[in-house]
């Protein structure tokens, strides 16, 4: 049984790609060929460009922002690029849709967890005009990038994803690695099979995470609107601000904890198992598996649940609640491993 689900999230791993470039088969269609192999690379006068990184077979991709509208491209000479001839229009077209593919991974006590597919909406591109820059290949690519760039989209198989500085749209799907994302803003989508996620100082205005076997960590962010949904990782969104909007977590076998830096909230929990949790100064009341409590009366609602873990909310950051963080259970040290958060010892 275990080689069948191992087979199962190989072949996830290496489809991850294929399945989530949706309109991006249109870019290389009109692309010119694949570009020379390059180290280092800028490209001058980009006009609020689309991005769009392709890793087939792995590797680590690294965003950072400047003042200057050039690209500029530091990669390993397996890496190439494209800029395809394309109209705004057409670049538009390829940007309108994102598919987050399904997930089905197996628990270790047998049963099975799944995620069905999602089309996430991407916000139009703004009036003007737009060039489109797509990398591809295999191996570490790092990108300098205009701060009006509209689109950042990475497709990796495997590796790591880092972005920081950027306001924009955000769109990132990986098969096992790592996605990091700090002083960030703007519509996020993200998907990760397995491997943790961590947001840091970062307002999102919406944001859509799903992960698969790897945990959820969001540190000192604002968001308006946001879902984050899990097989078997914990979510933890730590020491954060929420804004009038959707705000909802739910993990089917990990842990939720939801901390609020200031009085702005209105909880709703519930999980299967019962286990419900709050800070020493928040007062819940329980009905069955469910509960709820209010720090506003008018604050927006978040709601949280776990079929198999607990459910925990707090005030502020978890690392100051000691007799909350060892309800989360994380695995780790290693790459599930979140800041802040340590494992409870045997």
Same mark, same amino acid.
């Given at each position: ?17 294929? &399945? ?16 020379? &192999? ?97 990398? &591809? ?210």
């Amino acid at each position: 049984m275990m080689g069948t689900a191992h087979h199962a999230y190989n072949q996830g791993v290496r489809t991850v790609v294929r &399945r989530g470039l949706g309109g991006l088969f249109a870019l290389l269609l009109l692309a010119p060929g694949l570009g020379a &192999r390059a180290r280092a690379e800028d490209l001058s006068s980009m006009n609020a460009p689309v991005i769009a990184i392709v890793l087939r077979g792995g590797g680590n991709v690294t965003i950072r922002t400047w003042e200057r509208e050039d690209v500029h491209l530091d990669a390993d000479p397996t890496i190439q690029i494209n800029r395809p001839r394309a109209n705004s229009q057409q670049i538009a077209a390829a940007f309108s849709k994102f598919f987050l593919h399904a997930q089905s991974i197996q628990a270790p006590g047998g049963q099975n967890y799944a995620l069905p597919p999602e089309q996430f909406p991407i916000p139009p591109l703004a009036p003007g005009d737009h060039d489109a820059l797509l990398v &591809r290949g295999e191996g570490d690519v790092t990108l300098t990038v205009p701060q009006d760039t509209a689109v950042v989209e990475a497709q990796v198989s495997q590796g790591s994803i880092s972005i920081e500085g950027y306001h924009g749209t955000i769109l990132a799907q990986m098969g096992a690695g790592s996605i990091h994302l700090k002083n960030d803003g703007g519509t996020v989508a993200v998907q990760l099979n397995n491997g943790p996620f961590i947001a840091q100082h970062s307002a999102f205005d919406r944001v859509r995470v799903r992960t698969g076997r790897g945990n959820m960590f969001f540190s000192n962010c604002r968001a308006t609107q946001i879902q984050a949904s899990s097989l078997l990782g914990a979510i933890v969104y730590d020491n954060g601000t929420f804004e009038p909007g959707l705000a909802r977590f739910e993990s089917q076998h990990g842990s939720v904890a939801i901390g609020v830096s200031n009085d702005n909230a209105q909880f709703l929990a519930h999980s299967d198992a019962g286990k419900i949790y709050a800070g020493n100064d928040i007062t819940l009341t329980r009905s069955g598996n469910d509960a709820q409590a209010s720090l506003s009366r008018s604050g927006p609602i978040v709601s949280a649940s776990s079929n198999g873990g607990s459910v925990i909310f707090y005030r502020g950051a978890i690392a100051r609640h000691p007799e909350l963080r060892n309800l989360l259970q994380l695995k780790g040290p290693g790459p599930n491993a979140m800041p802040g958060v340590e494992r409870p010892q045997p």
